[in-house]
C-alpha cells in the first residue's frame, strides 16, 4: 500500500496567489483530515471528513481557507488568497472510522508526508 | 482550545535511560492516542487506549490512563537514538492534539 500521498511536498508562492494542496488518502478508508503544523501553534486540526461528507470544519482558520472531497479517494485543501502566515506543513491524514458518522473516531490515524508551504 | 496537552514540553535523557512523557485532556473520551512525529515528517501511530484500560503495553511502550484525573503517561523504556522525535497525545472526539514532547535521546 501507498499510503497517503500528498502533493506538492513543498510549495514557495507569493502573498495573494491561490494555493492548491492534493491529498489521495489510503484505499478503503473513509475518514480524511486535513491539519496545519507550525512552531507556534502546534498541530491544530483544520477540517475531517468521513464518507466525502465534511463533518467538522471548525478549525478553519478564515474564509480564505476551503477544501473539498470530491469523491473517496481525492482532497483538496484550497487557500484564497494566501498570507504569509498560512506558512505551515499541512498534513493529511486517513483512517477507517467504523460507527456513526460525527461519532468518536476510534481509528488510528494515518499520515501523509506533508505538503511545506511557505508564503512570501 | 487544545484538548490533549503534553508535558514536558522537552526531554532530554542518555541512551538506555526510561523516558516518561505526561499527557493530560479537559473532557470525557472514549479513547486516546500515542504518536510519534521524525523531524519533517509525518505522524506516526504508537498505541491506543481505550477509557476503560488502566495500561497498556507494546514493545517498549507503557501507556497508562488514569480518567479520574484526565491524564494519560508514555513510558520508553531503555531509550534509542532512534527514539529521538516528538511526541503526541490525541484524544477521539474533538480530534485536537497537544504541542506535543521533544524527546532528546543523546548517545
Known amino acids: 500500500d501507498a499510503g497517503v500521498i500528498q502533493s506538492p511536498r513543498h510549495e514557495v508562492t507569493e502573498m495573494g496567489q491561490e494555493v492548491t494542496l492534493r491529498c489521495k488518502p489510503i484505499?478503503?478508508?473513509?475518514?480524511l483530515f486535513w491539519y496545519r503544523q507550525t512552531m507556534m501553534r502546534g498541530l491544530e486540526l483544520l477540517i475531517y471528513f468521513n464518507n466525502n461528507v465534511p463533518i467538522d470544519d471548525s478549525g478553519m482558520p478564515e474564509d480564505r481557507f476551503s477544501a473539498k472531497m470530491p469523491n473517496a479517494s481525492f482532497s483538496t485543501l484550497k487557500i484564497q488568497p494566501s498570507e504569509p502566515r498560512d506558512s505551515a506543513v499541512y498534513f493529511c491524514a486517513s483512517s477507517l472510522q467504523e460507527g456513526l458518522a460525527g461519532g468518536p473516531n476510534t481509528d488510528t490515524q494515518y499520515f501523509g508526508p506533508g505538503t511545506r508551504l511557505t508564503v512570501l | 482550545s487544545q484538548q490533549g496537552e503534553e508535558d514536558p514540553q522537552a526531554l532530554s535523557i542518555q541512551e538506555g535511560e526510561n523516558a516518561t512523557m505526561n499527557c493530560s485532556y479537559k473532557t470525557s473520551i472514549n479513547n486516546l492516542q500515542w504518536y510519534r512525529q521524525n523531524s519533517g515528517r509525518g505522524l506516526v501511530h504508537l498505541i491506543l487506549i481505550r477509557s476503560n484500560e488502566r495500561e497498556k503495553h507494546s514493545g517498549r511502550l507503557r501507556v497508562t490512563l488514569d480518567t479520574s484525573k484526565k491524564s494519560s503517561s508514555l513510558l520508553i523504556t531503555a531509550s534509542r537514538a532512534a527514539d529521538t522525535a516528538s511526541y503526541f497525545c490525541?484524544?477521539?472526539?474533538?480530534?485536537?492534539w497537544g504541542a506535543g514532547t521533544k524527546l532528546i535521546i543523546k548517545p
Open positions: 490525541a484524544t477521539d472526539y474533538q480530534l485536537i
Open positions: 484505499s478503503g478508508h473513509n475518514s
